[in-house]
Each structure stands twice: as structure tokens, then as C-alpha cells.
């Protein structure tokens, strides 16, 4: 499967029409799963995004098992775990397992995306914007010795 079936196969998730015809009342309650502050209008949230409050719940709480079973939960139990949840989320998006990746946050996506990509050559050069990941930049000459970025 290439990276636009993926995508459409994301895009086919039912969530996407609810939204679509969600009313007001359907936006408020949605709204109200979020603590937003009033003093500041946050328009940018690439550098750290609000979580609803059932995903924080559920966080804290991963966050609290993290800290009471240490490295014997990281090491013994938490890989079974991850698999379970990356065979559930490719059989919700029809593709194998093997064709999914979790990373940490976006940076790391991207870098891994950028060091695994095999079609730059000594010469070529990457364009990109000036609201490119600052960090991802020097990624793409480590990974091609010749291959220049602008």
C-alpha cells in the first residue's frame, strides 16, 4: 500500500462526516473536553498541542503506571502493549502492521522520513519553507553528503 492509500484510508474513518454535519450544540460539547485558557488566543500548536480532557485522564494515568512499575513495565510489558494498539489502529485503517510507525512527536517522524528517503542524489537540493521544523533541516544533508538544502 503507498503513503496516498494510507491517507485515504484514514480519511475513510467515520469521524470525518460526523464533524461535517455537527451543530453548534455538537461543537460545544466538544469544546467543553478541553481547559482553555482566556488570555491568550493559541493559534500554533506544533510545539505542544492541548489534549482533551479524556486523553489527559488517560495519560496521567499511563504516566502514573509508568512511574510505579519502572523499567520492568518498559521493559516487559510495554512492548506487548504498543503492538496490540499498532495491530489495532492498521486493522481500523486496512493496511499491515508493518506499514506503521509510532515516534514521540513530529520531529522525529519527520527525521525518520527524511533519513529514510533514498532518491536524493550528490547535487540535488531540498526546498522548503521558512515555516519548515528547524530541526529537521540538517537531517537532509546527513542523510545525503552532497545533496543541499535551501
Known amino acids: 500500500m503507498d503513503r496516498r492509500t494510507l491517507l485515504g484510508a484514514a480519511a475513510a474513518i467515520p469521524v470525518a462526516p460526523a464533524l ?7 461543537w460545544a460539547k466538544i469544546a467543553a473536553q478541553y481547559d482553555v485558557t482566556r488570555k491568550t488566543v493559541q493559534l500554533e500548536h506544533g510545539n505542544w498541542g492541548m489534549m482533551a480532557k479524556p486523553v489527559l ?18 521493559r516487559r510489558e510495554m512492548p506487548g502493549e504498543i503492538e496490540a494498539i499498532r495491530a489495532r489502529v492498521a486493522a481500523t485503517l486496512g493496511v499491515a502492521t508493518g506499514e ?25 537540493a531540498v526546498l522548503y519553507a521558512d515555516l519548515t521544523m528547524i530541526q529537521c533541516r540538517p537531517a537532509w544533508s546527513r542523510s545525503r553528503p552532497g545533496a543541499g538544502w535551501r
Open 20 to 26: 461535517a454535519t455537527a451543530s453548534e450544540d455538537d
Open 57 to 74: 485522564a488517560a495519560y496521567r494515568a499511563h504516566v502514573e503506571r509508568v512511574n510505579r512499575d519502572t523499567s520492568f513495565y518498559a
Open 100 to 124: 506503521l510507525a509510532f515516534t514521540r512527536n513530529a520531529t522525529e517522524a519527520m527525521r525518520a522520513l527524511i533519513l529514510g528517503y533514498n532518491k536524493l542524489r550528490p547535487g540535488d
